[in-house]
């Protein structure tokens, strides 16, 4: 089995996009505001996370921390503020956010010349229509990291577990529109093995600990392991790790596989936006 060792591929792609953006020395940095509300733990980990990776390539980051109670109004006030300032380059709102507030609304306010999650509407519609689009970062990671290790998609039978706006629905588009054949289970599937034993490769991103087990695929497998999942006080992803890698041509590990992925296409996203911002200023 060949590990798909996303923590190296992300930091050999990361010092690619370093050196990118070491030639724009002099001129403006690219900007990413975070918008955090609340105090969940593990979006702050996964926070500091992306905070950490921006700064060693040269993004600057921009904290907005907003109380638990924080008002719609208010949300969409800081967020209109971030649109027309200059300086910011791309805008995410750390989901999930406190259930009083209308997450769409938020995330359509984001102007879709910042919007580096890629969630807003305009750009979910994009690729729907398999177009040039700002892609969520999670899916973009995922298909970064599959196109390193050379594996070709055409003509392979996919299975996703999922259906998320963020990683599940994504995915799928991305992975049909590189030539593979793609089933997508979720929650209200019957029968979940039938799909996956066929599949050559399957993407699980189902918020389950060891959800995907070796009697639920066939040999030489390629398995995406998108899952995170705490699981006294380790990270576990949806997939057992210990027996279906017996059987997987290719495995992403979690820790370790997809998470640095994300973060890698966060930046990528956040540098594009900025390429086209600095582009339209002419100032490269
Ligand atoms: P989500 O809760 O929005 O979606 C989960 C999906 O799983 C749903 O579409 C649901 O239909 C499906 N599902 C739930 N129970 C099921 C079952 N019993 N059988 C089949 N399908 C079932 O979650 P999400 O945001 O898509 O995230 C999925 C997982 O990926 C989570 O563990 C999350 O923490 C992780 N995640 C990881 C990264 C990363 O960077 N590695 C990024 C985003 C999400």
């Known amino acids: ?12 792609l990361n010092h690619e996009l370093k050196l990118e953006i070491d030639k724009w020395k002099g001129l403006k940095k690219p ?4 918008i955090h509300i609340g105090n969940n733990a593990a979006s702050l980990s996964y926070i500091k996370g992306k905070i950490s990776a921006a700064e ?14 924080i008002s719609q109004k208010e949300v969409e006030d800081n967020i209109l503020i971030l649109n027309n300032d200059p300086q910011i380059d791309g805008i995410i709102l750390q989901l999930p956010i406190p259930k009083h507030l209308n997450k769409d609304r938020l995330i359509d306010l984001i102007s879709i010349d910042k919007d580096a999650d890629g969630f807003h ?3 979910q519609g994009l690729l729907y229509q398999s177009r040039e689009t700002m892609v969520p ?3 973009l990671g995922i298909m970064l990291l599959l196109e390193t290790y ?4 055409n003509g392979l039978k996919a299975v996703v577990i999922g259906r998320s706006n963020i990683v599940g629905s994504p995915v799928s588009r991305l992975l049909q529109d590189a030539g593979a054949t793609v089933t997508i289970c979720h929650s209200k599937t019957k029968d979940i093995s039938a799909y996956t034993k066929d599949a050559d490769i399957v993407v699980a991103a189902v918020g389950i600990p060891k959800f995907l087990k070796a009697d ?3 040999k030489d497998v390629i398995i995406v392991d998108v899952g995170i999942n705490k699981v006294e006080g380790k990270l576990i992803g949806d997939v057992d790790f210990e027996h279906v890698s017996k059987i997987a041509s290719y495995m992403t590990p979690v820790p370790k596989g997809v998470g640095p992925m994300t973060i890698h296409a966060l930046l990528k996203n956040t540098v594009k936006l900025y390429v086209n911002t600095m582009k339209k200023r002419n100032s490269i």
């Not at 900007?31 to 975070?34: D, G, H, K, M, Q």
């Not at 050379?150 to 998609?153: A, G, Q, T, Y």
């Open 121 to 123: 509407t305009f750009h």
């Open 31 to 34: 900007t990413l505001a975070i």
């Open 150 to 153: 050379n594996i070709k998609l």
């Open 216 to 218: 639920m695929v066939k």
């Open 1 to 12: 089995m060949t590990l798909l060792d996303g923590y190296n591929t992300a930091k050999k």
């Open 56 to 69: 060693k390539v040269g993004i600057e980051t921009k904290l907005i921390h907003l109380k638990d109670q």
């Open 137 to 139: 970062a999670t899916p």
